[in-house]
């Protein structure tokens, strides 16, 4: 990378140097390193594919409906999982392989990304499919921004450079920035873009400094290369160096909403289409983790005593602004925002303890989450109704009754979410702070869990406002009735057989609160528009994304043992 | 990756496979040495109901009447399975009896393991028979097939908790009661529900947080010193935990445990809970759940930290007693028949904390027989509330009169539960509450007579609210004619009055059967709490005969010395002669 001076002005720099320094003129010649093109090969399917796509939308005549491009995008996914498979059998096999001038690095660590990343592809697609055409949003453009987001964030998964983590890390955010700002109509979604892009770049800058300061410090950017010179080196002023990682710490904790680097995070999380926030939450943190990890734990482990402290700090108040500011939120987007500023807390505690341990609940920790946050944003999309405006708590009353699968789906990603037994939420729970408590993080340990009881308390809050009787609509919701229901000779019976009661738990069916339910609250009402809610459909698509994502939840959260020793594994061949 | 890293992970890598290679070795030859027999009764017994909910999950909601019989059989079935268990166990053996070890999730170190000794057997018990009753005498009319689905995961979730050997195991199940009760007080429970089902799943959820850092603490300590990660009850007992880590880690499952049972302080949420929960909910809540937190205290705090308990006994002893006192003076001032009995819950709760931590034979057999006890006339005691308001529609005391002339027979089954419940002799109450407190006045005398205070005053509001509700005059403005207990009402309440009326007259069977493990468990507290150094010269069966004689170390001594006024007492109600004298159990089994 260092030696890659572009074309013609390398050439006027050559003759230059070549005055000043002998050596300089043999390491100026340009070679270009041999390409393993197998090893980027999921990067390539997904940004090739996207560009395909793009094509493709431009050049038919017809709009072609969004389900469309939503399939396409599926089977690029599909595609990239394939290979990303095949690639961890091969390197199962063979050991991790380093390419591209040892700029690349496919280990464990790296294909568990491109699998998570392929499959927050076909979920996010799969999760958007029904809002776009719900909103009216034709083209291929969002399914395009996803495909080369998540690309962004396999690059930074499996690169051994810094410069290409700063490349994968620009792939990844551009595309959220657009996403964040592609529902026109409302003003709160050009504000967040823009909000995004701003702080975005300046925290890009703030990241290229930082990768300076740390090539000034070792003469290299390659992750390797810098974790070489720093076991044989001591380097007796390191102001430079730990400046440098100080600044890469705020660039990355920028990407993944740590406090105090969050401020963007609830106005962006709230103002993007819902599907976007899902998809943003999880593979923003995907890719951050993922470079995060291995830059602090494979390439600065001898600066452990230096930036332990700081994560710790960062940890701590990450986990417990993120759990306290949730309980006062009404907007449930807003709420998720910083339940998951809450869940990057958790997934910083594998990191804090530093250890294989750590890593590995990193791992599972991110996997789990990524899967959940999805999820739980395809239900807020939908229960968002028309103009993506009912995000408010009461528009969560009596969900229950209306739409029992819905809801019961929602309780079950929420309490995996709290980290409730038998899921896989409590699992990542459980190995990340086996992880600090092996690490002597008591008293870090102690806060997270105590941030995971306050966390539970607002995610109950949704799930009981969903399985509860309507508080606000009493009798004048009775009335409302008499108006709209022409009164049966008798009333009883037939009201309570008219009423749907599903697999979810439902609340006391005294007659009133049973007639009463007929009537959707009228705060509600008003919120939704034109369309009620009760006729809302669930599209099939979303239907798969959120029975893939609660379906995974529980399925591993019983049998947890595969995907454990796949995180496990992961670390191993790191 | 730097060498240096990949040598570590190579490294852990290689100690975790070791580990788990070893961790299997010993769960499964303890599985042997206790007697694994052919038929996994307990594996059984914690997966039919969860099979059954499953069942019910894909029967049509609309047939009510199948899905409470599917329900009440699967429940019948539990009961079954249970009584053959029961049959099966040995009595005489202190320790785990038909334990079936699997690993389940290696990587983390949890495994399937179960098993059941005295202390969990009646547990397990009062659990498989109070759910089927439940299921009779609490069915909730609005949406049945929910109501049995959580009803039978619940069932999965309490008895997993009382069978499980595995510490997390133990939390997972611990914690996953939590999610049914919270549907079960949200969904069908009385005005409040809301706000009570939140408090409570927070608070729990709060005390389990200082739990699951304790485990993975101790898990984490036991790994360290043996290279083994598990979670095994049996083998983290014989982690070495220096003073201040002991207490701190005992402090951590304590607090856990004290706010599900509840003990005094952290009592407050369960009046609302208690109040708001529908009947079935209360039954459950106060007479299976409130023992998960007592049971914990027994198996895990003084299995795991003896030494650590030894030194903060007084402490819980005075909380046990603080309770004891507070919650009868509280629900002497209640007006509302749930919030009084959620108070002398309180209360008798405090008396098994009290016999816990008093650490001598009598006291701990006791609390554990105790814990049977008040679940048993504690879900009579909210049935018959909940009999009371279906006629009624209200709790007040004060809107309640002379219920008795109406209804003479459930008057008269009212009195006896109330009586059961003060402790009158010949009836459950009095065997549990006389053993702790005969227990308590050898080796802790202050705290006994600060608890006798509080069996007094028990008589006081029982009787007082007894005395509102059913005697005197007939309120002449109410006009609805209040009809005797139906015959479904008193088939709910007989199984539960005959366990009463017949424990209280013979609890031998129950006692022989809690004594051996309670003995294994104080030799065990005792052992790790005084270590024995053998004196040079002396041969080592005679040191550890002696270590066995000597059992209750300082609390042995004591109980010799005053036993000859225990004795005296105790002898004239015939129920000091079912025990089996624990000094003699140790050195029989040492030898």
Redesign the interface.
Known sequence: MRSAVPGLAGAQIHSVLSLLHPHLLAASTITLPAVDYTTILPELILLGGSLVLLLVSSVTTRQLPTETYAAATIGLGTASLIVSLFLWRDITARGPLSAIANSVDI?GFAVLFLVLSSCLVIVGALAAAGYLRREGIGGCEYYVLICVSAGGAMLMASANDLILIFLGLEILSIPLYVMSGMDQRREGSGEAAMKYLVLGAFSSAIFVYGIALIYGATGSTNL?EI??FL?HNVILHNGVLLGGMGLLLVGFSFKVAAVPFHFWAPDVYVGAPTPATGFMAAIAKVGAFAALLRVF???L?TLRSDWQPVVWVIAVLTLSLGAIVAVAQRNVKRMLAYSSINHAGFILLGLQAA???GV?GSLYYVFTYALLVVGSFAVVAIVGGRGDQGHDLSNYRGLARRQPVLATTFAVLL?AQAG???TTG??AK??V??AA??NHS?AL??IA??S???A??FY??VV?TM??APETAGEEAVEHLSVLVPQPAGPAPLLADSVT?????????TMSETRAALVADPRGTDDLGPTPLARLGVSPWVATALLCTAGATVLFGVW??EL??FA?QA??L? | MTPAAARLVAAHGAQVAAAHAAAHAVTSALGETAGERAFPYLTTLVLVPLGAALVVLVLPRRQHLLIRLTGFAASLGVLGIAAAVLDQFQAGYGGYQMVSSHPWFGAVGISWSLGVDGISLFLVMLSALLFPIAFVGGSERANPKVFTVWMLLLETACLGSFLSLDVMLFFLFFEASLVPVYFIIAGWGHEERGSAATKFFVYTFLGSAFLLVGIITLAVFHQSQTGVLTFDVRQLASTHLSGPAGIALFLAFTVAFAVKAPIFPFHTWSPSAYREAPVAGSVILAGIMAKLGTYGVIRFDLGLFPHATVTLAPLLLSLGAAGIIYGAIVAAVQRDLKRLVAFSSLAHLGFIVVGAFALTGESVSGAVLQMANHGLYTAALFFLIAMIYRRRGTFDVRRLRGLQRAAPIMAAVFILVVMASIGVPGLNGFVGEFLILAGTFLTHRWWAVVAVIGVVLAAVYLLWAYQQVFHGPQDPSEERPFAEMTWREGAVLAPLLILIVFLGVWPKPVLDRITPSVDALLTQVDRSAHPVVPLAGQPVGATSTSAARGHGGTVAAQTAALGAAATSSAGATGSRQVLRPHGGTAARRSS
């Open positions: 280990d390797a974790a070489a076991a734990v494979s390439s482990p250890t294989t341990r590995a309490l409730a037994p038998f409590f699992f459980l190995y702070l086996e408590i092996d008591y340990a102690v869990m105590v995971a009881a306050v539970a308390f109950l809050r009981l399985f509860g009661l599903g697999s979810g738990a439902v609340a006391t069916m947890p043992q454990v020793d496990h670390t191993l790191f």
